[in-house]
């Protein structure tokens, strides 16, 4: 099985010190943004840190939803920086960062393209050793603590790809329920998707269970403890199983739907730019999606809708899809999700240039349970528009 190391419990950024320490770090790279630069998390870090003995150098540049020059920023940072290990204190766009700025600062000769994934990189395998990575998330739905893929925005193509490589897979990760106390509701809750092997399987039907329970209190009660640790489980359990497994049609939609917008801004996102959030834009086609993919196992697709609180004791093979659909959508009405691709500004006229950004992603739709092309996405796209009746 493969993903990073875990360390779960109240408090447990506070030993981040000590596990540099024991690593044998001197320097150490802090990868964050100035939002979380400003919250508690960040500081008991530092103090960590300082505690211990550990030189740091804080890059605080990093872009909600990362693009290329984005990248390239942290990647220059990291490079010119005499480090011997890193940390990552933030959500998934942090975590993605701070692995890429490892991976490419121990291979300083290295293009930005080299390791992206193909056939928009040249996929080189990482053939260097990584310094140890240790990433404190602060938002529970990533699962970007526990994988070895970081996905950015690359505005030659207008659209989303990444680098996957077991290489850049954080040394640890550190689950502290006290790191989510000061989120606002849109950052706290994430889409969890299932894997499709047995080992994945285990953690992905357990972090859907748990979220059927947790997720629209942990959304809307910041106070609620309970809710935002087990959420804080579920992102892990549910990163573990993709990360084992790989994701499909909603990931690879979802990255023209977030490079492709204009005008769209998500609340509780401090950005001066059209923004579509990650997680918002895999879960807006969910619905489409898993209609169009029952047929392929309509047991495994009941069982989700199962997993995530629904009575499947009436329903017949032929309702799978259908009813997994209409689970999904109860879900997003609760969460507030926007009403489809129609509320980011897409219309039907968009469609071809969404199908077109989502053909080059071929290392997740290349895994999807039914074969799709320019005919199948198209419908999927449009389905999409609006996602309540």
Not at 142 to 167: C, N, Q, W
Not at 254 to 261: A, D, H, K, M, N
Request: proline content about 6%.
């Amino acid at each position: 099985m493969a993903s990073s190391n875990i360390r779960f419990g109240y408090g447990a950024t506070d030993e981040i010190g000590m596990d540099l320490k024991q690593h044998g770090v001197r320097m150490v790279c802090v990868v964050t943004d100035k939002n979380i630069e400003q919250l508690a998390v960040f500081h008991r870090v530092i103090q960590s840190l300082r505690k211990n003995g550990v030189a740091y150098s804080v890059f605080n540049r990093v872009r909600v939803e990362p693009d290329d020059k984005s990248w390239m920023d942290a990647i220059a940072h990291a490079r010119q920086g005499d480090f011997d290990g890193y940390v990552a204190v933030g959500g998934g766009s942090v975590i993605d960062t701070c692995k890429v700025a490892n991976l490419y600062a121990c291979h300083p000769e290295a293009e930005l393209l080299d390791f992206v994934n193909a056939p928009i990189g040249r996929a080189k395998l990482v053939n260097k050793p990584l310094k140890p990575l240790f990433a404190i998330p602060t938002t529970a739905g990533t699962g970007s603590e526990t994988t070895g893929m970081a996905i950015f925005d690359y505005h030659p193509l207008k659209t989303k790809t990444g680098v996957a490589s077991r290489a850049i897979r954080p040394t640890l990760g550190i689950l502290d329920p006290l790191s989510l106390q000061t989120l606002p509701e849109r950052t706290t809750g994430r889409p969890i998707y299932q894997g499709s092997n047995p080992i994945s399987d285990v953690w992905s039907r357990e972090a859907l269970r748990i979220c059927s329970k947790y997720l629209v209190r942990a959304v809307f009660d910041s106070s609620d403890t309970e809710a935002r640790t087990n959420m804080f489980l579920a992102s892990t359990y549910a990163g573990i199983g993709f990360g084992n497994a790989g994701v499909h049609l909603c990931h690879g939609m979802s990255y023209p739907i977030s490079g492709l917008v204009k005008n769209y801004r998500e609340d509780g996102y401090p950005v001066d730019r059209a923004l579509v959030p990650h997680g918002l834009s895999v879960i807006i086609s969910a619905p489409a999606v898993f209609e169009f993919t029952a047929p392929s196992d309509p047991d495994r697709h009941l069982e989700a809708a199962r997993l995530l609180g629904a009575d499947t004791t009436q329903c017949w093979p032929e309702d799978a899809g259908p009813f997994l659909g209409a689970t999904l959508r109860k879900i997003m009405k609760q969460l507030k999700v926007p009403d489809g691709i129609s509320s980011f500004g897409y219309t039907e006229a968009d469609i071809p240039a969404l199908v077109a950004g989502t053909l080059p992603q071929e290392r997740v739709l290349n895994i999807s349970p039914v074969p799709v092309g320019e005919a199948e996405l198209a419908s999927l796209f449009k389905k999409s528009l609006k996602v309540y009746d």
